[in-house]
């Protein structure tokens, strides 16, 4: 049985614990609410742009005519696939970053079974050691988010800007992106778009535009100049609703810590009560009996 002294000691550490973990809990709490406002706004503007770039693509040609962009219509080939997998720089927000990495991994699997080659594109850096020991040698590059505080639209341009070289230079065929959508504080739900070429749904509307709309320039002109704009909204998006994942995850996380630190620290003190009034007892005794031998 621990001491009296070991008892105390370790009581003193729970608590100077429960002390950082309840000021993390209230700063998450408080960025969580500025970075919530911040993913929820940005979900219309993205949804319109990929429905009026999905519009106008089905106009031309399906998409994948004589002259359309390689971004929209692809490289023909699907043999390398690019995993862009968004993490964040810091820790202590629970399986946020876990559940993000274990979706790009099963993809991967999942790719390799049907033949496929697979490399990894990473933001942020939490995930590279789990990536790294699962597929040596397979990530590619790493856009570094360290210096931000915030997700901005630059880094968004930045990523999309080197993903579009990188497939025009013919490194991958189709791009993934996997981040986690925020829902609540206590749910994120790990997702995955296809972002490189676009990717038009089925039913795409190509009455999401009024017909009776003329462009100038043409209609060409205009989405081979969304598309790169497309690309980084949905890196912007994706950085924006991973921001707030974090956040919730972390409040949460830190919430559960200082919870369980305060059931801890009751732990701890009733059994130090009780090894202090065994010890009183045992000091009463040894005095009686003393007294009882005189």
Do not use: C, W
């Not at 729970?14 to 000021?23: H, M």
């Not at 876990?98 to 099963?106: E, G, P, R």
């Not at 990473?122 to 505080?149: E, M, S, W």
């Not at 609540?184 to 990717?199: D, F």
Request: proline share 4%; hydrophobic share 45%; glycine share 6%.
């Amino acid at each position: 049985m621990a001491s009296l002294k070991e008892l105390k000691i370790r009581i003193g550490s729970v608590k100077s614990t429960q002390k950082i973990t309840k000021a993390k809990q209230m700063v998450a709490a408080a960025k969580l609410r500025k970075a919530q406002a911040a993913a929820e706004a940005a979900r219309p503007y993205s949804s319109r742009l990929e429905a009026v770039v999905a519009s106008l693509a089905t106009k031309i040609a399906g998409g994948t005519g004589e002259g359309a962009s390689p971004l929209l219509a692809g490289t023909g080939k699907d043999e390398v696939h690019l995993l862009v997998v968004a993490n964040s720089d810091r820790g202590l927000a629970g399986a946020f970053n876990a559940n993000i990495v274990k979706a790009a991994l099963a993809k991967a699997r999942a790719l390799e079974l049907d033949g496929k080659k697979v490399q990894f594109y990473l933001i942020g850096r939490k995930g590279r050691p789990v990536i790294n020991r699962a597929y040596p040698g397979k990530i590619v590059a790493q856009f570094d988010t360290t210096g931000a505080k915030q997700p901005g639209y630059d880094q968004a341009q930045a990523i999309g800007q080197e993903l579009s070289k990188m497939f025009l230079d013919g490194k991958f065929d189709i791009a993934h992106l996997f981040y986690s959508r925020f829902k609540s504080a206590l749910a994120q739900i790990p997702t995955e778009q296809q972002i490189i070429p676009v990717k038009i749904p089925a039913d795409a509307d190509r009455n999401a535009i009024p017909a009776t709309v003329e462009y100038e320039p043409s209609e060409e002109a205009i989405l081979d100049d969304l598309l790169p704009r497309n690309i980084s909204i949905q890196l912007f998006k994706a950085l924006l609703e991973n921001n707030a994942s974090e956040q919730g995850a972390s409040m949460t996380a830190m919430d559960n810590a200082t919870r369980n630190a305060g059931d801890l620290i009751s732990k701890l003190t009733i059994q130090y009560n009780r090894s202090r009034q065994a010890a009183i007892t045992t000091e009463l005794v040894e005095i009686i009996s003393g007294a009882e031998a005189l």
